[in-house]
C-alpha cells in the first residue's frame, strides 16, 4: 500500500475535493489532487512511501 503525506498547507484544499467527492459522488477532483501530489512527490525528488 502507497502512501502519501498531505502537508498542513495543502490540507484545506484535501478535505474541500474530499468533501466535494463525498456530496455529489464525482470523484474527478479527488484523484487529480492525489495525482498532482504524486507528481509533485516525484518531481521534487522525493519518493511516495511504500
Known amino acids: ?21 463525498h456530496i455529489t459522488m464525482n470523484y474527478g477532483p479527488l484523484m487529480k489532487f492525489v495525482s498532482d501530489l504524486v507528481v509533485e512527490l516525484e518531481g521534487g525528488g522525493l519518493s511516495v512511501l511504500d
Not at 503525506?5 to 475535493?17: C, E, G, P, T
Open 1 to 21: 500500500m502507497d502512501l502519501i503525506i498531505i502537508r498542513l498547507d495543502q490540507r484545506v484544499d484535501y478535505y474541500d475535493v474530499l468533501d466535494l467527492a
